[in-house]
């Protein structure tokens, strides 16, 4: 993350002495002359630390040093002068100043301690980072790979953790795409860095640019607060850009300058920053064709196609099913009371001949529903759930002759189970109904495109699935193409 410092002090050439001393690539400087400039920018730019010069500022000093520290980011402030005494110092210091720096200290020294402050600043800072899921480092070499298919692969994509190139990473849904990324990164040289992964789908196109890039308060109605992008949060590290096809065009333009050119620009702001991040994006689209459909830029194809990696769908690494499905009993096992040994080996067979339209994610969701529906300690084939019996013709139904699993299950497991049939038959319908349109399916629902976009996700379902009359629609005379 760069960590933005407000320098004040009561001319340029001593801002510029500030910023000399600070020359490192992960701090942005910015200079106020003033109390005034200091609290216009204070007014609309988000910073970290405050390296305030007491002669540049009225006094009381200690108060503005209290008002500081009360911004929603409360930024630390290190207060820069000559104190007439101890007493002095107390008072700054009381007010929530960080530290207190003589002017008279040596260059070194002074140095020294305003880059050690920034580091503390740096590792205590609780980012918007967390917002990321807190997984465990995931490894390259523990990823199953009993297959060929999977071998094959990573051979490839350990070649590509060394390197800092833009990387484009394709797949089915659910084949671990964005796994794949954070075991990349992990391993790579950035790992001490963050990884900060955005969906370009779940998001509306104004919220979505702001969230890259960042914006300054007042920039747009309702923007009352500046906010940092997802760019600059991950700077020294990767942002992962997943369903990178669905960027609006507006913004692919708008990311194809920042891979150029490796600076940003936040919405509203004058100026650009400099940013060091490593992109990797993601899609399980066809981006050939979405560039054939002029809905993807091919300047922008070739800048993110630098190196491309395509992790095989589960159907095509079956050996890989058993080493899976343990890894994640294992895992689930201790999320139930009731003990869980093993699986029979019909239900690996099961397993193993499934086609798995939702790869590794719905393996991993038919083993979770297993292990809750499990009342024996080994799991039986009766426990998978319907996606995969019907292989061995066993009714799906809730409502049929034969009396239902689930009357079975105490009620809170029995209700669950029943919502979650209800809302694969609701959300289908409405996709079908809406030609996969994510934002009317939303509208209809009266839910948020985000949380419809998890819950598509954990059933597996896929808006490319539901588009067949949006493709023909698509293809009347008089829609495509355009003779002006
Ligand atoms: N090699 C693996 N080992 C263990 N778990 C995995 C592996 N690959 C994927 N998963 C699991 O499968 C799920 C889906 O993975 P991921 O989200 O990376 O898929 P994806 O390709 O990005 O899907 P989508 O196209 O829908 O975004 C994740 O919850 C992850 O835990
Ligand atoms: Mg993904």
Known sequence: MLVRVLAVAGSRQEIQEIARFLARSEVLITGAENEQQMWRRLGSETFDMVVLTLSAISHPAPSIVEQIRELPDRPDVVALGEPRDSEERASYLSAGCLAFLDTGMSGRVFGQALRSLIERRREERPTQLELAPAVEPIRLASFASNSPAMQRFLAIAHRTVQTDSTLLIRGETGVGKEWLARAIHAESLRSNGPFIAINCAALSESLLESELFGHQKGAFTGASQSRRGHFELAHGGTIFLDEIAELPSHLQAKLLRVLEERRIQAIGSERSIEVDVRVMAATNRDLEDAIREKQFRLDLYYRLNV?????????????????????????????????????????MDALSEHTWPGNVRELFNALERAVMLCRE?????????????????????????????????????ARRTLLEEAERTYFTRLLEEEDGRVGEVAERAGIDPRSLYDKMRRLGLRKEDFRRSLARRARRPGQTGSAS
């Not at 990696?309 to 689930?332: G, H, K, M, S, W």
């Open 307 to 347: 190196v491309s990696l395509t992790v095989p769908p589960l159907r095509e690494r079956r050996e890989d099913i058993p080493t899976l499905a343990e890894y994640f009993i294992e895992n689930l096992r201790r999320r139930v009371p009731h003990e869980i040994v093993g699986i029979h080996s019909d239900v």
């Open 377 to 413: 300690n080994v799991i039986q084939v009766a426990d998978l759930p319907f996606r995969v019996d019907e292989r061995a013709g066993v009714s799906s139904s809730l409502t049929g002759l034969a009396r239902p699993a689930w009357c079975d299950l105490s009620w809170p497991a």
